[in-house]
């Protein structure tokens, strides 16, 4: 199977910058994504990485090291709107993804 | 519609019944999937479709079944509901061409089994 880890939570305060880790052993390796949850809403997709480095998207970026089986996702100038869950999800195969447990961020004013 | 939809939005329902959940998307995607979402255990995929016609069966497909009779929908059933399959489904799809594929998702039913 697919075995994907990521922290269970986090919490940060307002402004600060919060570093999500994620690792992965994984069948095969098509690309690797990070979503969004919201509590009692559906994930929403942030990034994707396939190649080593780092993607930036306005405060959200993305890093991945293919050789090192790892992720992170850096929430940086964290506002309250950014407490949610953050979904590392791996796609091992054709068009299917392996999602880790989740890791709740939590910020604080 | 606009994107995906599922119906129904929470069900509460006996042990032993049969229920479909639904699910459309209006996006013409080629992909449809199903996904479990419980606490500690993250999305895990019960069911997929990478084109209309056929299916395949994810990490957890164990009491449910799904058909594609054409690309738009993608119902879920559970042929004989039990306690442990209380839980959020999401449907979600993606292309399955370009750079890559991200999946849009449903915003969830919520499933009790008692």
């Known amino acids: 199977g697919q075995n994907i880890d990521q922290p269970t939570e986090m919490t940060a305060t307002e402004g600060a910058i919060v570093q999500i880790n994620c690792t992965y052993q994984?069948?095969?390796?098509?690309?690797l994504f990070w979503y969004q949850q919201h509590a009692g809403e559906a994930p929403t997709f942030l990034s994707y990485?396939?190649?080593?480095g780092l993607e930036e998207k306005g405060r959200f970026s993305s890093f991945l090291s293919r050789s090192k089986g790892y992720s992170y996702l850096l929430l940086k100038e964290l506002q309250m709107k950014d407490s949610a869950s953050y979904l590392c999800a791996v796609e091992a195969d054709d068009y299917k993804l392996s999602f880790g447990a989740g890791t709740t961020v939590t910020v604080r004013a | 519609i606009a994107g995906i939809t599922q119906a129904p939005t929470s069900q509460i329902l006996a042990a032993g019944r049969r229920m479909t959940l639904r699910c459309t998307q209006d996006m013409r995607h080629n992909a449809m999937y199903w996904y479990r979402q419980d606490l500690g255990l993250g999305l895990r995929l019960i069911h997929y479709s990478n084109t209309a016609g056929t299916t395949g069966k994810g990490e957890v497909p164990d009491g449910y079944s799904v058909s594609r009779a054409n690309t738009d929908d993608f119902p879920l059933t559970l042929a004989s509901a039990v306690p442990s399959q209380t839980s959020v489904y999401f449907c979600?799809?993606?292309?399955?061409?370009?750079?890559?594929?991200?999946?849009?998702f449903g915003p969830g039913t919520r499933l009790t089994v008692l």
């Open positions: 979600a799809s993606s292309r399955t061409s370009g750079d890559y594929n991200e999946q849009f």
């Open positions: 994984t069948s095969g390796f098509n690309g």
């Open positions: 990485n396939v190649l080593d």
